[in-house]
């Protein structure tokens, strides 16, 4: 583990954030759950070429963003077995606590939306256009709610 890696991974921890990115001096954080701070990155064309990610949960969604993001490593307290296998094929250092099969969704009766939205998807590109249209019903179906 690079310095880097080690301190997101501490701030992560430490300061109650769900990611944290961070090279050199540079560093973004995000306390967002979900693919939202990733989705927003992406959005707000963020370069993260070459960061180092300390992220809570890292599902197959997630790992495609973080392909798309540019990352080369991540440590995780939770990744899926597809997100491994993704990060591991785009060459990213993955460091985590628990490997599970999928990610639960947050009343824990079936997969998360973002990792059951990707499931049969291998392309990060494809996954970003998917995620997007999922979270924008989600929206639609949450609003007022909060």
């Known amino acids: 583990m ?3 890696l080690i301190e ?10 769900t990611c944290v990115v961070m090279k050199n001096e540079q560093i973004y ?3 967002e759950r979900g693919v939202k ?5 992406l959005d707000d064309e963020v370069d993260l070429q ?13 790992a495609m963003l973080y392909v798309l993001l540019g990352v080369k490593e991540i440590y995780t ?3 899926s077995k597809p997100a491994k296998s993704i990060l591991e094929q ?17 009343t824990n009766t079936g997969l998360c939306p973002m990792e059951e939205a990707v499931k049969g ?22 609003e007022g709610t909060e």
């Not at 070459?50 to 997630?62: F, L, N, Q």
């Not at 060459?91 to 999928?102: L, N, T």
């Open 8 to 17: 997101a991974k501490k701030r992560l921890i430490e300061g109650g954030y």
């Open 2 to 4: 690079n310095k880097d």
């Open 121 to 142: 998807i291998h392309d990060p590109k494809e996954a970003l256009q998917v995620m997007c249209e999922k979270m924008k019903s989600m929206n639609r179906n949450y």
């Open 29 to 31: 954080t995000s306390t």
């Open 90 to 106: 785009y060459g990213i250092e993955v460091s985590y606590d628990q490997c599970v099969e999928g990610i639960r969704n947050r």
């Open 50 to 62: 070459g960061y180092s990610a300390a992220d809570k949960v890292i599902g197959k969604g997630a």
């Open 77 to 79: 307290t939770v990744i």
């Open 37 to 41: 701070p990733l989705l927003a990155w």
